[in-house]
């Protein structure tokens, strides 16, 4: 099997009640079958 990675970041300045998600278009993760997958971890740097 063959397993493709990749990665990205950002730094969002946030106000209580915004909404983060990841969003995963069809056909445009690496590998190109249909097991596309992908994690998402979000922490709190400092607060206001």
Do not use: I, M, R
């Not at 106000?15 to 709190?44: I, Q, R």
Request: no cysteine.
């Amino acid at each position: 099997q063959n397993y493709d990675y990749a990665s990205n970041s950002v730094v969002l300045h946030l106000d209580s009640g915004d909404e983060v998600y990841v969003k995963l278009d069809g056909g445009k993760a690496h590998g190109g079958n249909n097991n596309k997958y992908s994690t998402f971890s979000g922490f709190l740097l400092y607060p206001d």
